[in-house]
């Protein structure tokens, strides 16, 4: 069974950090894409990063670029999100998911996990 279980959502400060972590289990990690989308209230879902566990690929949306991070920890089949410099405009429920390779939509992804409250007060 697919599972993918997202932690370290929370509410911060503009300006200020947190990392969200995705715990993989049930496929070949190493084989799959992990990307991360958000959804705020009222608002389509959206991509955010995605990295390739095969070759480290990353790729970011225009609005977090130069402020998150993606990283993959193949050993322990987790992706990491370290989002810096938060705004506002990032507060969204975040979402861990999975597909064969990153793409920018939401349909191309098979598992999602529970998502991840994250809010940014101004």
């Known amino acids: 069974e697919v599972q993918l279980v997202e932690s370290g959502g929370g509410l911060v400060q503009a300006g200020g950090s947190l990392r969200l972590s995705c715990a993989a289990s049930g496929f070949t990690f190493d084989d799959y894409a992990i990307g991360w989308f958000r959804q705020a209230p009222g608002k389509e879902r959206e991509g955010v990063s995605c990295i390739s566990s095969s070759d480290g690929s990353a790729y970011y949306a225009d609005s977090v670029k130069g402020r998150f991070t993606i990283s993959s920890d193949n050993a322990k089949n987790t992706v990491t999100l370290q989002m810096n410099s938060l705004k506002p405009e990032d507060t969204a429920v975040y979402y861990c998911?999975?597909?064969?390779?990153?793409?920018?939509?939401?349909?191309?992804?098979?598992?999602w996990g529970q998502g991840t409250q994250v809010t940014v007060s101004s």
């Open positions: 998911t999975t597909a064969p390779s990153c793409s920018d939509f939401p349909h191309e992804y098979a598992y």
